[in-house]
């Protein structure tokens, strides 16, 4: 084929209306989140004191924060799908979501006596915090990382493991509102790492997926 | 040059809101400064040249899926610049090259008006076109090789437009699929 007919055959395709790829990862995650909520409610559902829950600055941070997270880990992947994404540019918000977090931890530190610190770090819950994010993760992570295909990604691991973030953001949300263990001590331990396995899993299955 | 460049950009900003002829011109205007980017690459890697045309096909291929990851309040050289670049070095490794590819001046040889073939005289070495199911092959090849437009093609195959539409989209998405596990 001669380049001028292929790019006769581009300009004709042209004509066909496109989602663009943005809008597409937004897509992905309103179908990958409606799937991963029914799960939660079905198997999990909120803790049954949530209402008094709502009340405590520590309930309250919890949920904040991991909303933080999910607001900056969709600003990222979506700069991260450009060929053209400024890493740094892309990750910053990220760093308001840590120092935020940190600001909790450091609250944490002055209220709490030193000699209850462990018991807050480990809690109760570590366990199943660290079975039901990455769980909750699935739907929403596969439907970003297919969203995804359609944007041209400058590095496909980077933009796999923020997609593995953005899912395991919202996974976090969902299973804060679940999980009674609210200390920030216990959250940037356990969540940390569940959503550190998940952007461990975005990475791997976007090297090979968002190649273009 | 930055006017050379800018004009491609009032171009495709022209054919994002619906201009056909704006598109097929800003393609035909990218050929030229493809083809001269990407003999450059192989001839300082000394390939020889015989591929050249398939990775200027490949990367046109590549605009046209990934135009929408441009932002068009963006100027267009950097996006350019780095899908031949993704393109070029994606090339390079699948023929065993594992180095690093210096192609920073990328972005001033595609600026710069062609110096090479009139566009489009090349054939691409590879037939890719073969590798298409019968039906999507015979839409691709009456449309571009013979340059029927979408609704005569329906008429000939007794299919709605949208199919062929729709047939022909999947068509060039899996010529790059299968571009990129050549």
Not at chain 2, 14 to 43: E, K, M, Q
Not at chain 2, 45 to 72: A, C, F, M, P
Request: charged share 20%; glycine share 6%; proline share 4%.
């Amino acid at each position: 084929m001669r380049t001028d007919d292929l790019i006769r055959a581009l300009a004709e395709d042209r004509a066909t209306p496109v989602v663009g790829p943005q809008r597409r990862v937004v897509l992905a995650l309103a179908g990958g989140g409606a799937v991963t909520a029914a799960l939660f409610f079905w198997l999990f559902g909120m803790r049954g004191d949530i209402a008094s829950a709502l009340s405590t600055w520590r309930f309250d941070f919890k949920l904040v924060t991991m909303a933080a997270l999910f607001a900056a880990a969709m600003i990222a992947t979506l700069r991260l799908g450009r060929p053209t994404a400024n890493t740094a540019n892309a990750v910053r918000p990220i760093l308001l979501v840590v120092l935020l977090l940190l600001a909790g931890l450091a609250a944490e530190l002055v209220l709490v006596p030193s000699g209850d610190w462990s018991a807050r770090l480990f809690g109760k819950n570590r366990f199943i915090c660290l079975a039901v994010i990455p769980l909750l993760s699935v739907a929403p992570l596969a439907a970003i990382l297919t969203a995804m295909r359609e944007s041209a990604p400058a590095s496909p691991s980077l933009a796999g493991a923020f997609s593995g973030l953005l899912a395991g953001a919202l996974a976090a949300i969902l299973y804060a509102s679940h999980c009674t263990d609210d200390s920030p001590l216990f959250v940037l331990a356990w969540y940390t790492i569940a959503i550190a396995l998940v952007m461990a899993v975005g990475a791997l299955a976007g090297r090979t997926m968002l190649r273009w | 040059m930055q006017k050379d460049f800018d004009e491609l950009a009032r171009l495709m900003r022209a054919a994002n809101t619906g201009d056909d002829a704006a598109y097929a011109r800003v393609l035909s205007l990218l050929a030229p400064r493809l083809r001269t980017v990407v003999s450059r690459g192989f001839r300082s890697y000394g390939y020889n040249t015989d591929e050249v045309e398939d990775v200027v096909q490949e990367t046109l291929l590549t605009i046209h899926l990934k135009r929408q990851t441009w932002d068009s309040s963006q100027p267009l050289g950097p996006w350019l610049n780095a899908v031949a670049r993704n393109k070029l070095i994606d090339h390079l490794r699948r023929r065993g090259h594992r180095q690093h590819v210096p192609i920073e001046d990328f972005e001033n040889v595609l600026e710069a008006p062609s110096e090479s073939v009139s566009v489009g005289a090349a054939i691409d070495g590879s037939n890719l076109l073969a590798s298409l199911k019968p039906r999507e092959r015979m839409i691709v090849e009456a449309i571009s090789i013979e340059g029927r437009s979408s609704r005569e093609v329906a008429e000939a195959l007794e299919m709605s437009e949208g199919a062929v539409r729709v047939a022909l989209h999947r068509a060039l998405k899996s010529l790059a699929a299968r571009y990129r596990s050549q």
